[in-house]
């Protein structure tokens, strides 16, 4: 038996189940509003996640190996994304939802399953073959197969709530209700109630409890303690400044929104972060290392870009989930965003504080999750990732721009990898190699 190694005690497959466990979590309290229906649709999106995962690693080897805790987040992701509603007599005659999306079983279960297929195959799976995700396999997925319904969904008629490029209010009249009155009702599932609606039952029912909403966003208050405590759990290898950011950024949106159309400043605000895409998208999709970007500030940029996006396609589009949109349009983005804000290396050498290690007696390898953790320890303020992946295509020039030379070996980079990539060994490879240039 070989000698135990020594790693950081993060590894992908714990990132991926304490990734799984905080959406389970979610997946729980949505069943208060849409039992038995919302935990029926997470068990058939895992399940579809999970079993194609299985039968396409048989059918590609070495090219997609298996991996099912990430197809279990994945699955996951997908139904706690998707849309569940209650029968409301309010919905279905005013807002006129059902008519457009199979938001009621059986047929939820059914577009949950295709997405949950469609998202694993394509999206995932084929890929992954590029080198790199360039989009968020859930996200892209659900616009995909939802595709047909778009147009009717950006139709002001389709679901008759007053447009965002208006003074929205929490007080109206029976004849006219205020956009406050619409979304209570719509979320409260209390029946319509026409004229006002005061500030503590709008932000009660959309911070505490929804009955219609994507399922992950049902209650806000249990997203934000979630991802949150996520967060800390997991520090260093997720990317919160990305939420950070976006939040930030709608908040600001919905105040200069209110600047231009008047109207209550609290009530945009409170819907631009609290409708239930938008929070759930900014703590477990929008921080996909996958698809966003490696550097501190092209996160920032990342998210800041998600949240003007977010709120002009709400405003202007009428598309009331369109943070969905905005993510995968940002996500093309992540590429153009790797090139700013990286580390300049250093000649100097600064000691990082390292994780608590922890031995291995046998080591699963996985492929590069983008968490960027290589680049933030490196005693030279390299980027070993971006080293190997030059390296790994030969493009030695980019390896010297990059200065692999000033490696010593450290194997700080290998240590707090989670996919247990050996970055020492390649970055002193690429090291000789260029010595054998000069």
């Known amino acids: 038996m070989s000698k135990p190694k020594e790693y950081s005690w993060m590894t992908k497959d714990k990132l991926m189940t304490y990734t799984f466990i905080a ?3 979610l997946a729980a309290v949505s069943a208060i509003s849409w039992w038995p229906t919302s935990i029926i649709v997470s068990i058939i999106a ?16 070495n090219r997609g190996p298996l991996n099912t805790m990430s197809a279990a987040v994945f699955g996951l992701i997908v139904s706690l994304s998707y849309t569940l509603t209650t029968t409301s007599p309010l919905i279905a005659s005013y807002a006129g939802m059902p008519e457009l999306l199979p938001m009621e079983a059986p047929m939820a279960y059914v577009y949950v399953a295709i997405i949950a297929a469609i998202g694993m195959v ?5 890929q992954g073959l590029l080198g790199r995700k360039y989009v968020n ?18 139709e002001p008629s389709g679901h008759q709530m007053i447009s965002l490029t208006a003074p929205i209010l929490f007080s109206g009249t029976p004849a006219l209700p205020s956009f406050g009155c619409l979304v209570q009702s719509c979320f409260a599932n209390t029946g319509y109630a026409t004229g006002s609606v005061s500030p503590a039952d709008f932000f009660t029912t959309v911070i505490l409890l929804k009955y219609h909403s994507w399922i992950g966003g049902a209650s806000s208050i249990a997203v934000i303690v979630v991802g949150l405590g996520l967060f800390v759990l997991c520090r260093g290898y997720i990317k919160w400044r990305i939420t950070l950011a976006y939040l930030v950024t709608t908040a600001v949106m919905a105040l200069i929104m209110t600047g231009i159309y008047g109207g209550d400043a609290l009530l945009r605000v409170g819907f631009e972060l609290f409708i239930g895409s938008s929070i759930f998208l900014a703590f477990f999709m929008a921080t996909d290392p996958a698809t966003t970007p490696l550097t501190y500030v092209g996160q920032g ?18 598309f009331f989930g369109g943070s969905i949109l905005a993510l995968v349009i940002m996500n093309l983005t992540s590429p153009l965003l790797d090139r700013v ?17 922890k031995p291995f007696a046998t080591v699963k390898t996985y492929e590069c999750i983008r968490c960027g953790a290589c680049m933030r320890i490196c005693c030279h303020k390299l ?3 971006l080293v190997k992946q030059a390296f790994d295509k030969g493009k030695l020039e980019a390896a010297r721009k990059l200065q692999a030379n000033l490696c010593e070996g450290c194997g700080h980079c290998t240590f707090v990898c989670p996919a247990r990539i050996d970055l020492r060994n390649t970055m002193l490879r690429a090291k000789g190699a260029l010595r054998t240039m000069q």
């Open 23 to 25: 959406l389970a979590i």
């Open 46 to 61: 895992v399940g579809v996640a999970v079993a194609l995962d299985f039968l396409l690693s048989l059918g590609m080897k």
């Open 122 to 126: 394509v999206f995932k799976k084929l």
């Open 137 to 154: 396999p859930a996200a892209t997925a659900k616009l995909l197969v939802f595709l047909p319904f778009l147009k009717t969904v950006l």
């Open 301 to 318: 940029i990342f998210g800041v870009g998600l949240g003007i996006l977010t709120v002009l396609i709400q405003t202007y589009m009428n």
């Open 341 to 357: 804000g990286k580390l300049h290396p250093i000649t100097e050498k600064k000691e990082p504080k390292l994780p608590k290690a």
């Open 383 to 385: 980027s070993p990732i």
